[in-house]
């Protein structure tokens, strides 16, 4: 059975940095391309960042420099840092095996002004 379980969401100021983890199981974890969503209320779920199994990175343009996707395929995770945080950051980020369209459960992030 699929779990993908992320972590480290939580309230945090303007400027200030969060680092979300994604432990996944069931899944053959170094051959799934990884990402890390993100929906804020009233609007659509958006794609943040992903990365490939060969660590090649896209990031959406509003938070380029400022967040960082990397994945350990020895311990099955896949993390978000998350520096200069912005309010219009805050949502519940969540993490996708985008190779077989399997989701976490959401961890929220909220950034105050």
């Known amino acids: 059975q699929v779990h993908l379980v992320e972590s480290g969401g939580g309230l945090v100021q303007a400027g200030g940095s969060l680092r979300l983890s994604c432990a996944a199981s069931g899944i053959m974890f170094r051959l799934n391309v990884m990402g890390w969503y993100r929906q804020a209320p009233g609007k659509e779920r958006e794609l943040v960042a992903s990365?490939?199994?060969?660590?090649?990175?896209n990031y959406a343009d509003s938070v380029k420099g400022r967040f960082t996707i990397s994945r350990d395929n020895t311990k099955n995770t896949v993390y978000l840092q998350m520096n200069s945080l912005k309010p219009e950051d805050t949502a519940v980020y969540y993490c996708?095996?985008?190779?077989?369209?399997?989701w976490g459960q959401g961890t929220q992030v909220t950034v105050s002004s």
């Open positions: 990365i490939t199994s060969i660590g090649s990175t």
């Open positions: 996708r095996a985008l190779t077989i369209g399997a």
